[in-house]
């Protein structure tokens, strides 16, 4: 059995020495002036080493973001990859039935999770995610092994009790809502919390992501009337992530707005595009609207341009496309030229979240599966229990 597990978990350091060959040179300068950056956010306990022997650099061209905090987001980056290569070799060695998730969109997710107002209840910012939000989890907290648990359907999974396909997370902890399989119900039920939190008065939003395709969902545009009304907008950051496809549906010849990010100012909300595939871009415009949606009460929408690396689903061969743009690796290749993170250390990140991902592998394989006496428990009619049996 560990064979098998070691035989399946050379992939995501494979990829990383493929684009090796394409660093520059500066890559090998050495970083060795002593930095004490603090990034005012909880470290990852792995983080804390690397942060020791980081080099001065030149912070303007990283948006004025501290090392430390460059070492963290690249460190969660790199750990969600990781994870979500790990369950796509669960799914493709059979151990799991099947895949969907968001390689590809770490560079949004991961900022998006250590920018949030984390904890549960109204003073605390609220979650309604789709099926890509593994970044924005691995950001908040969530052990590798919670999505490893999902994506083998163990009763020990948190969000559903093994009951759910993979990505779909559910944290009452953290205010993060079910994810739902039928795409886009999310965008009003976002303007349900946002209006609570607006009536409670700790200037908390609810925050919203889903795809390019579900935007042609009437979900979609009942969040941009719901969100806007004059004298009722609501305090709620909607996000679309635009992969350019919606299953095997290319964006164009769907579209007749030039952007997504359009639709929203016929309603006056406050819009904008971003290359999600830049984490700093990505932190710096999602803090800035976060603030503004603190500050005024009303909501700020963002069109998230990111890649799709692993395709749609198993359902289309969950395969890496090469040709597309790596924003782990390329974010990584950045910090290594800039002299801020050492080729070997970055390497060993890589290992140490591939090491961990295969234990959690072999943990859940020791855990059982939800039984058919539990089908019934949390789901209710009403306020009532919907076990027929019982009626
Ligand atoms: C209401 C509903 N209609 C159709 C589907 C089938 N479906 C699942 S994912 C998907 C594509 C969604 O594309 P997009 O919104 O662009 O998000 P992406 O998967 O590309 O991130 C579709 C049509 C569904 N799950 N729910």
Not at 104 to 113: K, N, R, T, Y
Not at 330 to 337: A, C, N, Q
Not at 339 to 365: F, L, N, P
Request: hydrophobic share 35%; with cysteine.
């Amino acid at each position: 059995m560990a064979q098998k597990v070691s035989q399946q978990g050379s992939r995501s350091l494979k990829n990383r020495t493929d684009s090796k060959s394409t660093l520059s040179s500066k890559s090998n300068k050495k970083g060795d002036t002593k930095s004490k950056t603090k990034a005012g956010l909880v470290k990852p306990a792995s983080s804390q080493l690397r942060t020791k022997k980081i080099k001065k650099i030149n912070t303007s061209d990283f948006g004025g973001l501290s090392q430390g905090l460059l070492l963290i987001i690249h460190d969660l980056m790199v750990k969600s990859r990781v994870l979500e290569e790990r369950v796509i070799k669960i799914y493709k060695a059979g151990e799991g039935y099947f895949w969907i998730g968001g390689p590809g969109e770490e560079a949004f997710g991961i900022p998006l999770g250590l920018l949030a107002r984390k904890g549960q209840g109204l003073a605390n910012d609220w979650f309604h995610l789709h099926y890509r939000c593994t970044p924005t989890l691995i950001a908040l907290g969530m052990p590798m092994i919670d999505a490893v648990r999902l994506m083998m359907n163990r009763v020990t999974d948190p969000s559903t009790g093994g009951r759910n396909f993979a990505g779909h997370y559910c944290f009452p902890k953290w205010n993060v809502a079910p994810v739902t399989s039928p795409i886009e119900v999310q965008y009003p039920l976002a303007c349900g919390t946002a209006h609570a939190q607006k009536r409670a008065g700790f200037n908390a939003i609810s925050i919203v992501t889903g795809g390019d395709a579900g935007t042609a969902e009437g979900d979609f545009a009942s969040s941009l009337v719901w969100s806007s009304r004059k004298g009722n907008e609501l305090p709620v950051l909607i996000t679309v992530q635009n992969n350019g496809f919606g299953i095997s549906t290319p964006f164009d010849g769907q579209h007749g707005e030039t952007q997504i990010a359009d639709r929203a100012k016929a309603f006056n909300i406050r819009s904008r595009v971003i290359n999600g595939n830049d984490p700093i871009e990505s932190y710096l415009a999602i803090k800035e609207e976060m603030e503004y949606i603190r500050k005024t009460g009303k909501p700020s929408f963002i069109e998230v341009k990111v890649t799709r690396l692993y395709g749609h689903s198993s359902a289309d061969g969950a395969n890496r496309k090469n040709e597309l743009f790596d924003s782990v690796l390329e974010f990584e290749k950045k910090l290594i030229s800039a002299g801020i993170i050492k080729d070997i250390e970055a390497k060993s990140i890589w290992e140490k979240y591939e090491i961990e991902g295969v234990q959690a592998q072999e943990k859940a394989r020791t855990e059982p599966s939800p039984t058919s006496q539990s089908v019934w428990d949390h789901v209710f009619v009403d306020n009532e229990n919907a076990d027929w049996r019982k009626f």
